[in-house]
């Protein structure tokens, strides 16, 4: 791998979820590519500098919403920066990193995984925005936007939907004495989102909500392997 000019390369990888929300992995991976050579943009260090907030002893669950302009802030401006970015595993389940390697791929700042030292070919979700904008339907963004909810914030929020909806069909079986199913909680959600659209049709929020019970139901009622494929 040549490096690039400046020799200034920034982390990338997933937090949310992770215990100490993952600073380990990013302390780990700024001193080895320090060994190699590089200097080292890490949003680990940011953090710490900039809100003065120990993430280690964190559980990697707990809601930092207040910080998000923050973060956005000092890691736009950190890309503008480097000659590289290296991403960690976990990358592909993980909005915002997806987010840091589009604004890396717009600025043509090459992408590589940590681990392997590979590049990572991010441009060409960006072949139609080099042209002009992106000739996306209403309904390809409303399901974008549902499949961003499905893997990002929510299920980071609430975890894995088979096992939050098995909680949940767990309480409302006891309550109406039957026998309520993961996925069955999937349905009725959407059934109760589908009520609301008949009062209000025109409320994108209960369609594209429809659309993350869909997908969450259907992994829910797949076998493990499947579901996890």
């Not at 964190?58 to 302009?69: A, P, V």
């Amino acid at each position: 791998m040549t490096k690039t000019p400046t020799d200034t390369c920034y982390i990338a990888g997933p937090m949310t979820g992770y215990p100490g929300f993952n600073y380990q992995a990013f302390d780990d991976a700024r001193d080895a590519l320090i060994i190699d050579g590089w200097d080292v943009i890490s949003p680990a260090d940011l953090d710490r500098v900039n809100l003065g907030i120990n993430f280690s002893v964190m559980t990697g669950t707990e809601d930092l919403s207040q910080h998000r302009t923050a973060f956005a802030r000092q890691d736009i401006d950190a890309l503008l920066k480097v000659g590289a970015v290296f991403v960690l595993d976990g990358w592909e389940k993980s909005t915002g990193v997806r987010n840091e390697m589009d604004i890396a791929a717009m600025l043509g700042v090459p992408i590589y995984s940590f681990t392997t030292g590979k590049p990572i070919n991010h441009t060409k979700h960006f072949s139609a925005w080099q042209q002009g904008p992106p000739n996306v339907s209403p309904r390809r963004d409303m399901l974008d936007e549902a499949a961003d909810l499905v893997d990002g914030d929510r299920n980071n929020q609430y975890g894995d939907p088979r096992q939050d909806f098995q909680r949940t069909a767990t309480m409302w079986s006891a309550y109406l004495d039957a026998d309520v199913r993961p996925h069955d909680v999937a349905a009725l959600m959407a059934i109760l989102k589908v009520s609301r659209i008949r009062w209000s049709p025109a409320k994108r929020d209960s369609w594209v909500d429809i659309a993350g019970y869909a997908a969450c139901g259907w992994h829910c009622a797949m076998p493990d392997e499947t579901a996890t494929a």
